[in-house]
């Protein structure tokens, strides 16, 4: 395995910041660059390609433009199988609050964002019968800044294993708010919401 670097959110592009990233995968086998695999699928996702099928058709269309830009001599595209392994043993969390903590360390970011606006949606498709014939769905809660343009935090759950509250409270505490104004919706003011944030102080 590939020895961790004490700080990813130090690289001053994006392209640092995947290579810096620790490789999750063993070794033995491994033909693609972990950071060349992980930004095609941000490139692709982008594209509206986000499938693992959309990324080897990405990959297999950019693959000669990609070489020619970053120098780099990638032979053949990887495959969505190739793709599927990658994402199977990513540490999706750990490389979620690496990246947040990245883009929180761009120039200018910390002056920019002042407010984060809280959503919940149910994903198109995901409603089905549990056991007992209650229904239940994926949702996914984000952390949206008008000020970037961008969703800077996101979460998925299923209706019958978590909820709304505990998914936002998950991704707040990755998030520093000092000065940072939140909204959300009236289901998270019911009680003293940050009282086991590590972020913010007790408010209601």
Known sequence: MASPIQNPAAASDLISFLKALPDCRMRRGVRFPQWWMLLVAILAILSNQG???GMERF?????KTLNELLGTHIAKP???STFRLLLAQLDVEGFEALLQQ????????????DTLVCDGKTL???IAENASGAARFIAQVSLYSNTLGVAI?????????GGEIAALRQLLDRVELDGLLVQADAL?????????SSSAAPTS
């Open 78 to 80: 990887p495959s969505d």
């Open 51 to 53: 499938s693992l099928l």
């Open 153 to 161: 935090a996101q979460s998925t759950y299923a209706t019958d294993a």
């Open 59 to 63: 990959a297999k269309r950019h693959r």
């Open 188 to 196: 998270h003011a019911n009680r003293g919401f940050f009282s086991t």
């Open 124 to 126: 198109r498709g995901s």
């Open 102 to 113: 990245w883009m929180a360390a761009q120039p200018g970011v910390t002056d920019t964002v």
